[in-house]
C-alpha cells in the first residue's frame, strides 16, 4: 500500500512537488479538472481562497455535484466530486462555504472522508479495509486495563465495563480485557462474527468507520458510536479516560489537552456522521418519512 | 442508550454554529433551510418510540458536536499553534524570563 502511494508521487515529480496553490494558477479552470495530476501531499494545508459562491446539484444517476462558483469540485485525484445523497451534499456544501479568505483543508473533515472514499488513495478493497479495521480490536483501548493506581483501575472498571457488556451483548460475542502488556486473547469467532458484520457496509460507510476506529483506537467505541450506544462525546471521553484521569490529578492545559480533545471530538463526529450519511438505513428512512 | 439532549435544543445549537460560520445571513443558506426541513419532517405527537426519530435525532446531535468542535478547535489552533514559531524573547517571556540584554549595545565589547 505504501509503495503504491510513493510510486503514484513519484510518477508526477514536476507538478506535486510545487504547492497546490501555484500549480493552480497557470491553469484554465473550467475545463481541466481539478487538481488533475495532485496527489495526496501534505504540502497544501491551506490555500487562498478562489471562490464566491457554492451550490449543489445533481447530476446523472442521481449523485449530488458542488459548484464552486461556476465550477465543478473535483477531488484531489482528479474524480468529479460526487456523493449519494442531498445530507452529504450539503455538509460538505457547507464547509466550503464556512471558509473565509484561506481554505484550511484540515477543518473540513466531511470533504476530506468523501475525497477518501472517491479516490481511494491506498487502493483497498472492501475486505482488505474490514482486516485492517478489526486489526484494532486485538489492542482496543478499553481491553487494557491497568493494575495501579487505585483509582484508574476504579475508573476503567466503572466507565469501560458498561460498554463492554453492552457490545458483547449486543453482538453476541466475547471480548474480555486484561492487564497484561499481550492484552486479551480475543476469540476468533468474535473477530468472525465483527467481520460477517462489517460485510454489511457499503463502501463509504466502512471508509467512515476505519476512519472514527483510527481514530478513537478502539473499535467497541467506535460501533458503540455509530450503533448510537454512545454520543460523540462520551465515546472520545472513554477513549482519552486515562488522560482525563492524569488531567484530574495534575491539571488542565488548553493549548494540549483541550486542543486534542476539540479535534478528536471533530474527527470522530465527523466519521460517525459520515458513516450514517452514507449507509443504506438513511435512504430508507428518508421514504419512509415522506408518507 | 446515548444521553441526548431534546431535539429543540440541538436545533437550537446547529441554527447558532450555522450562525456563526455564515454571518448575519446565515438564514438564506441552504443548510439553514434543510436543517430547519429537517426537524421538522422528525417531528412526532405521539409519544411512541420512533426509531427514525432516535435516528435522526443522534446524527443531528453528532453534526452539532461536529460544528462546534471544529469551531472551538479553530480557536485554540489560532491562539496557541497558528503563529508558527516563537521568537526567542517571546519564548523567554512565558516563562517569566527575560533575554540578557548588553549594555553598550550589541558589539559594544569590541
Known amino acids: 500500500m505504501m509503495w503504491g502511494r510513493l510510486v503514484r508521487v513519484r510518477g508526477g515529480v514536476a507538478p506535486t512537488l510545487l504547492p497546490l496553490a501555484v500549480r493552480h494558477e ?54 468529479l466530486f460526487t456523493v449519494p445523497n442531498e445530507a452529504l451534499a450539503i455538509a460538505v456544501a457547507t464547509e466550503w462555504d464556512a471558509q473565509k479568505d484561506t481554505l484550511k483543508f484540515y477543518t473540513m473533515h466531511m470533504t476530506t472522508l468523501c475525497n ?17 479495521a478489526l486489526k484494532f480490536l486485538e489492542t482496543d483501548t478499553v481491553c487494557y486495563r491497568v493494575e495501579e493506581p487505585p483509582g484508574l483501575v476504579e475508573l476503567q472498571k466503572n466507565e469501560w465495563d458498561p460498554v463492554m457488556a453492552w457490545i458483547e451483548k449486543r453482538y453476541n ?16 469467532e468474535t473477530k468472525e462474527t465483527f467481520r460477517q458484520h462489517l460485510l454489511s457496509y457499503n463502501f463509504w460507510s466502512l471508509t467512515g468507520l476505519e476512519y472514527v ?6 473499535v467497541v467505541l467506535s460501533l ?6 454512545l454520543s460523540v462525546e462520551q465515546a472520545v471521553l472513554l477513549s482519552r479516560l486515562e488522560e482525563e484521569y492524569q488531567i484530574q490529578r495534575w491539571g488542565n492545559v488548553e493549548w494540549a489537552h483541550d486542543y486534542d480533545m476539540y479535534e478528536l471530538r471533530a474527527r470522530s463526529a465527523a466519521g460517525a456522521l459520515f458513516v450514517q450519511l452514507s449507509s443504506e438505513s438513511c435512504t430508507v428512512k428518508r421514504k419512509l418519512l415522506q408518507d | 442508550m446515548a444521553a441526548l439532549t431534546s431535539p429543540l435544543r440541538v436545533c437550537r445549537g446547529i441554527l447558532k454554529e450555522i450562525r456563526h460560520l455564515k454571518g448575519p445571513d446565515y438564514k438564506h443558506s441552504m443548510v439553514y ?32 458536536c461536529l460544528l462546534a468542535s471544529t ?40
Open chain 1, 173 to 188: 460475542v466475547v471480548i474480555g480485557s486484561s492487564s497484561d502488556i499481550m492484552g486479551p486473547s480475543i476469540p476468533e
Open chain 1, 26 to 79: 497557470g491553469r484554465s479552470l473550467g475545463r481541466t479538472p481539478f487538481f488533475q495530476n495532485a496527489s495526496y501531499s501534505t504540502a497544501a494545508a491551506e490555500r487562498k481562497k478562489f471562490y464566491k459562491d457554492v451550490s449543489i446539484s445533481q447530476g446523472d444517476g442521481g449523485l449530488f455535484e458542488i459548484s464552486l462558483d461556476r465550477r465543478k469540485l473535483r477531488t484531489p485525484g482528479g474524480k
Open chain 2, 71 to 110: 469551531r472551538q478547535h479553530m480557536t485554540l489552533h489560532k491562539l496557541y499553534h497558528g503563529k508558527g514559531e516563537r521568537g526567542p524573547e517571546e519564548v523567554a517571556g512565558i516563562v517569566g524570563l527575560r533575554l540578557p540584554t548588553q549594555p553598550g549595545g550589541k558589539g559594544w565589547e569590541k
Open chain 1, 224 to 229: 458503540g458510536l455509530v450503533d448510537r450506544h
Open chain 2, 33 to 64: 433551510a434543510y436543517v430547519l426541513d429537517q426537524f421538522r419532517k422528525n417531528e412526532v405527537t405521539g409519544a411512541r418510540h420512533c426509531r427514525a426519530q432516535v435516528e435522526a435525532l443522534h446524527a443531528s446531535h453528532t453534526y452539532l
Open chain 1, 116 to 132: 477518501t472514499a472517491l479516490d481511494n488513495p491506498t487502493q483497498r478493497n472492501q475486505v482488505q479495509m474490514i482486516s485492517a
Open chain 1, 213 to 218: 476506529i483510527t481514530q478513537l483506537k478502539s
